[in-house]
């Protein structure tokens, strides 16, 4: 043990001194506190907080006030070098040690470690893969080892790093050290991944609330796949936010270079931000984004973790995020001064089908295609849903007592919904009628009994012109619904998406009625006569409890797991 018998091992009263010393913070916050007191007692954590939590001061706090150096595995150099840079202005001791550094200084680093001068020490988990390193800190005097966004470990994550599935071992290398794993992501899935390949059995789980009650959310559905259409849209909601400083994400790096030149056109601060350009280009536009006025940056989701500006007061998707952890996480950026502070996201029928043909053209094996196929869905089905938004995320994340936000979109002004369900059965069958042969619209002429040229065989079918009753508005909403819902499917791989069936198990259950389908918008023809519209409850409405009892399943697998996996070790 490295702690000195004679004094008392340093407990939360010097850990708060610090955080006021060094930061000038008046308390700790959340569950912060707990989580400190947890490594100063050298027991292992998992500490699930959310974007601008404060996670980073869980670490550092300790590992300043145990003797020995605080090992930091952290995955991006710009995240290493700011968090390195900013404790250097605090008079922390802290040094990196990454592939920017020359020989020399890698030795400096090194001796200054060995020489106990430091007392955070930040590695890249590919610096750590490798041998020699790993050796070199050896015989350190450790006083913890803490792994910064720690869902990289995770393939069911949404930022998954080869590099960071070596890190299991550093339990054998460094026996005895605390360990210490923070991240924002909190599915239980991905939580007990993280534990189960860091070995973190035996640690305290930290899970805080996800409430950012700072942040008005809404969801806006575009209202067609053009881009220029979305280019403007997403203009307009920023001049309306003149002077604000903001991020706007799109899904490629031609729509930042694309938008951000529109922005600047529109006499605003657009700065564009993504992967393909050169890494001191990138910090020139981080710091600029930092340091300018109303600045907007528009980036791919290059940009990012880590990226501490307090005040960006809106995040707006002009490209709808790959799933509801990512969209946290995005939005999360918005208000980390706790000000007020706004997401906006637009997402339409087109980005499904752009999300699904990005995952398929991704190397992965098939069982982590699926499950982030299923999180695109769900992510989806919310921003297409009528549930509050943080309420519809957090139970999503297992806090199952959340409660209605009161300010987002959905809570404002709650939708009128309809029940679809006769009409969702009628498109299900048409599709499964016509085989996956047609695309969208063609689907909606046989469902009005209007396609020109019709073929015999066409209108023999039973589905034939069973849909009179609305008009070609009404059942392309509730095909795009239905898209959401991952009931139907476009075939991504194609100019002219033909649609599919989806999910066969849920399809059959709307086929037998056990699930309803309820649609946002007054599809035309549908509003008179026997649906009435009716006012979307927040609180317990069909959606909610559907939302439940997938959570409820979730633990369940969860649990059969744990159980499967405890048995294996009796084998
Ligand atoms: P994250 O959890 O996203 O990694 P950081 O560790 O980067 O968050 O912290 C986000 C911001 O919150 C930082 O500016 C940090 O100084 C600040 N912060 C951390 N703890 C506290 C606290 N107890 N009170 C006030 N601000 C805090
Ligand atoms: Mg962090
Ligand atoms: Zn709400």
């Known amino acids: 043990m490295l702690s000195d018998s004679q004094t008392p091992p340093p407990g939360l009263d010097a850990a708060r001194a610090t955080l ?12 912060q506190a707990k989580v400190v007191a947890e490594i100063l007692a050298e027991r292992d954590v998992l500490a699930v907080l959310p974007t601008g939590g404060g996670k980073s001061v869980c670490y550092q706090i300790p590992a300043i006030l ?35 550094l020359s020989l020399d200084e890698r030795t400096n680093v090194l001796r200054a470690a060995r020489s106990g001068e430091l007392d955070l020490l930040y590695v890249s988990p590919e610096g750590l893969a490798s041998g020699a390193l790993t050796d070199r800190l050896r015989d350190l005097p450790l006083s913890l080892i803490a792994i910064d966004e720690a869902h990289c470990v995770s393939q069911w994550g949404h930022d998954f790093r080869p590099d960071y599935r070596t890190l ?35 640690a305290a789980v930290f899970v805080d609330s996800f409430a950012r009650p700072n942040l008005q959310l809404s969801a806006i559905r575009k209202e067609s796949a053009s881009r220029a259409k979305t280019d403007a849209h997403v203009i307009e909601l920023v001049r309306a936010r ?92 918005a208000g980390r001064d706790g000000e007020p502070a706004e997401g906006i996201t637009l997402y339409g029928p087109s980005d499904i089908a752009w999300t699904l043909k990005r995952l398929d053209g991704r190397p992965m094996a098939e069982e982590v295609k699926s499950v982030q196929t299923r999180k695109a869905r769900q992510l989806f089905a919310m921003l297409d849903g009528a549930i509050c938004r943080p309420q519809a995320v957090r139970r999503y994340f297992g806090e199952t007592d959340a409660g209605p936000c009161g300010v987002c979109d959905i809570c404002s002004d709650p939708p009128a919904l309809y029940d679809a369900t006769v009409p969702a059965q009628k498109a299900l069958a048409a599709v499964q009628r016509l085989g996956g042969r047609f695309g969208k619209g063609r689907i909606v002429d046989h469902l009005l009994g209007k396609t020109k040229d019709v073929q015999p065989w066409e209108s023999d079918l039973s589905t034939w012109g069973i849909g009179k009753e609305i008009a070609p ?29 989806g999910d066969p198990e849920r399809v059959r259950a709307v086929y037998r009625g056990e699930i309803a389908v309820e649609v946002r918008r007054t599809p035309p023809g549908m509003a008179t006569g026997r649906a009435a519209p009716r006012r979307a409850k927040n609180d317990r409405n069909a959606a909610v409890e559907a939302l439940d009892a997938d959570v409820r399943a979730r633990f369940e697998t969860l649990r059969a797991w744990r159980r499967d996996r405890a048995s294996e070790q009796h084998v």
């Open 168 to 202: 299991g071992r550093l339990g054998e290398l460094f026996p005895g050290v605390p360990r210490i794993a923070v991240t924002a992501t909190a599915d239980a899935r991905t939580r007990d991944d993280i534990l189960a390949s860091l070995h973190l059995e035996h």
């Open 473 to 501: 508005t009404g059942w392309r909403d509730i095909l795009d619904h239905l898209m959401f819902e991952g009931l139907l499917l476009e075939d991504p791989n194609d100019g002219k998406p033909l649609v599919g069936l």
């Open 242 to 333: 003149r002077g604000q400083s903001g991020v706007v994400y799109c899904g490629s790096r031609d729509g930042c270079e694309r938008v951000a030149e529109a922005l600047k056109s529109a006499g605003t601060n657009g700065i564009a931000y993504h992967a393909g350009m050169s890494g001191p280009e990138r910090d020139r536009r981080l710091e600029r984004f930092l340091a300018e006025d109303g600045a907007v940056m528009v980036a791919t989701i290059a940009f990012g973790m880590g990226v501490d500006k307090a005040d960006v007061r809106f995040v707006i998707h002009a490209d709808p995020p790959g799933s509801l952890e990512a969209y946290w996480q995005e939005i999360g950026r």
């Open 66 to 100: 145990r003797p020995g150096l605080g090992l930091v595995i952290s995955p991006l150099i710009a995240l290493m070098t700011d968090q390195v840079e900013a404790l250097r202005q605090q008079g922390v001791a802290a040094a990196r040690l990454d592939s920017g």
């Open 20 to 31: 006021e010393r060094v930061w000038g913070h008046a308390d700790f916050r959340g569950l």
